[in-house]
């Protein structure tokens, strides 16, 4: 073989591995898909026959990825591998194998040829392990996970235990108990997800959902314009923040039963507010769509300080879409004719859609927080609200804020012309409602 014949041979090799390698190499993860260590987990089996297995996986994998788009996905990926890299040697033994499940996939395997007294593992030894990995690797990423699909993202874990006879081929054996694990893994989000929704069904029957009101202010002035009604679930437990609360009850498809509930937890806790100041009370697109709604709402009502209609503005939050824009344009027409007023929430978002603005003509359309946040350093946020005060005043309706936190993005909105806000800047939430106290600038 000729020098240059040799050096082509050589070339042609060096392809075939990079190719190899990038067929089981997971450049995200850093990690290998675990065919890639056969041979060493053959050579493990030769001094001790039985192996465990650990599987971890993202639940709804697929769900996830198409809410939150494939970047933050492959960011939650590697941020799991990196933090059960870590746990090596304290939530499962040194002499573990850590791998992926499959290049880019959403599953990580762990090996493991004894516990952590150095004997064979049990299944024993294996559910106590995998429950404490699905913990410790939930809770070190939660702060990786955006914001609002912290209630949609859980880490499932299943086992499995194999013991390699000379009769069988490992390599099937290892497939056979990954399987079975992945599948372990599988039942108990299931029995997870069986466990959240008993209880949540359990806190919507007994109503065990609070109400915390937080003003809505003239900007120049400061002087309490209404109060949006904000919903949180029982203290101390997974449902006491409103996005874990919605994001099972979306899960669960009980939404507009739990939107009942907190709109009706509301409107009581509301009792004794001023006369004129206007109660923002979020509602879900299939609530308003039901026919039922109206007379229920108008029956809820009549007790001693409640609200009057005509103070109450009913602040669509979509959720999820409307499908029939005649239907439900026809049901918007009956809650008004009771004196309710109406509001678009997360204007400037997907959530908004320009249709369901044009159709349903609201009084109020509120800014997206995410538009308010840092205003004044991004000029397309700038045209983006003022297009929406354009809007806003060609279809007559009144503009708000929503996430003021600043003095410096009180100022830009102010200076835009817009008239009412919200925010941590004029006040928290709080239990009762409680007047803010004249604009930022004039408070100590």
Not at 79 to 86: N, S
Not at 318 to 344: M, N, P, V
Not at 403 to 423: A, C, D, H, P, T
Not at 430 to 444: K, N, Y
Request: charged share 25%; with cysteine.
């Amino acid at each position: 073989m000729s020098k240059d014949e040799f050096a082509e041979v050589g070339k042609d090799w060096r392809c075939a591995l990079l190719g190899l390698k990038s067929a089981l190499y997971d450049s995200n993860t850093g990690l290998f898909a675990y065919p890639y260590h056969f041979d060493r987990l053959r050579r493990l089996v030769e001094h001790r026959p039985t192996l465990g297995l650990l599987y971890l996986e993202v639940s709804d994998f697929d769900r996830i990825e198409w809410l939150c788009g494939w970047q933050t996905m492959d960011e939650i990926l590697k941020c799991l591998a990196g933090e059960l890299a870590l746990l090596q040697g304290t939530a499962y033994p040194s002499s573990g194998l850590l791998a992926s499940a499959g290049v880019h996939g959403g599953g990580f395997l762990v090996f493991l040829p004894e516990n952590f007294v150095g004997s064979e593992p049990s299944l024993a030894d294996l559910e106590a392990m995998a429950g404490g990995l699905s913990r410790k690797v939930h809770s070190a990423v939660g702060h990786r996970i955006p914001e609002d699909l912290s209630a949609e993202v859980e880490v499932a874990a299943g086992y499995s235990l194999l013991r390699c006879e000379p009769v069988f081929r490992m390599e099937r054996l290892i497939y056979r108990a990954t399987e079975e694990a992945r599948g372990a893994a599988a039942r108990s989000a299931h029995r997870d997800e069986q466990r959240r929704g008993a209880e949540l069904r359990q806190i919507i029957r007994a109503g065990l959902v609070e109400t915390y009101f937080q003003p809505i202010v003239h900007v120049n002035s400061g002087e309490v314009f209404g109060y949006e009604a904000l919903t949180r679930g029982p203290r101390g437990t997974l449902f006491e923040t409103p996005k874990v609360l919605f994001g099972i009850s979306d899960r669960l498809r009980i939404s507009p039963i739990l939107d009942g509930v907190c709109r009706r937890r509301a409107l009581r806790s509301a009792r004794g507010l001023t006369s004129g100041q206007k109660l923002f009370v979020n509602s879900l697109p299939a609530t308003l769509s039901d026919p039922r709604f109206a007379e229920g709402e108008a029956e809820a009502m009549r007790w001693d300080g409640a609200p009057a209609a005509s103070d109450v503005v009913l602040e669509i939050t979509e959720r999820s879409g409307i499908e029939d824009f005649d239907s439900f344009g026809r049901r918007l027409e009956e809650i008004r004719a009771l004196g309710f007023q109406l509001a678009i929430d997360d204007v400037g978002t997907g959530y908004s859609s320009l249709q369901t603005i044009s159709e349903v003509r609201p009084e109020f359309l509120k800014i997206d927080h995410s538009l308010v946040k840092g205003i004044h350093d991004s000029l397309i946020k700038q045209e983006i609200v003022g297009s929406i005060l354009q809007l806003g005043e060609r279809i007559g309706s009144q503009v708000i804020a929503e996430g003021i936190e600043r003095e410096e993005e009180y100022e830009m909105i102010r200076g835009f012309g817009v008239q009412l806000g919200q925010g941590y800047l004029f006040g928290a939430p709080g239990p009762h409602p409680v007047g803010a106290g004249g604009p930022p600038s004039e408070r100590t």
